[in-house]
Nanobody, 122 residues
């Protein structure tokens, strides 16, 4: 079974930086799109950033220029470097992945991590 485990969350002052990591474990044929989502208290989960297997990325407008997503296919990991953090960035951040279970599988399977809390104080 494929599992995603996030780490790196914590408390930081506004203007500071954090780096989130997501480690992938389990057996699969290929890990395709990976991304980070977040959910603030009382709000819906929203996309933060995604990266496809070819390296193309997409960011929410609210984090463009401040956050950077990267992946390490050798280590099966994805990272989120967050700079110039704002109190509005406070949320639980979730790692998301879409993987192909086997070479003959039809379609990808979606998997989520358990989340890591990021709190930005003003």
């Amino acid at each position: 079974q494929v599992q995603l485990v996030e780490s790196g969350g914590g408390l930081v002052q506004a203007g500071g930086s954090l780096r989130l990591s997501c480690a992938v474990s389990g057996s699969f044929f290929s890990m395709n799109t990976m991304g980070w989502y977040r959910q603030a208290p009382g709000k819906q989960r929203e996309l933060v950033a995604v990266i496809i297997s070819g390296g193309n990325t997409n960011y929410a407008d609210s984090v463009k220029g401040r956050f950077t997503i990267a992946r390490d296919d050798a280590k099966n990991g994805v990272y989120l470097q967050m700079n110039s953090l704002k109190p509005d960035d406070t949320a639980v951040y979730y790692c998301n992945g879409h993987y192909r279970a086997a070479a003959y599988s039809r379609g990808d399977v979606e998997v989520w991590g358990q989340g890591t809390l990021v709190t930005v104080s003003s």
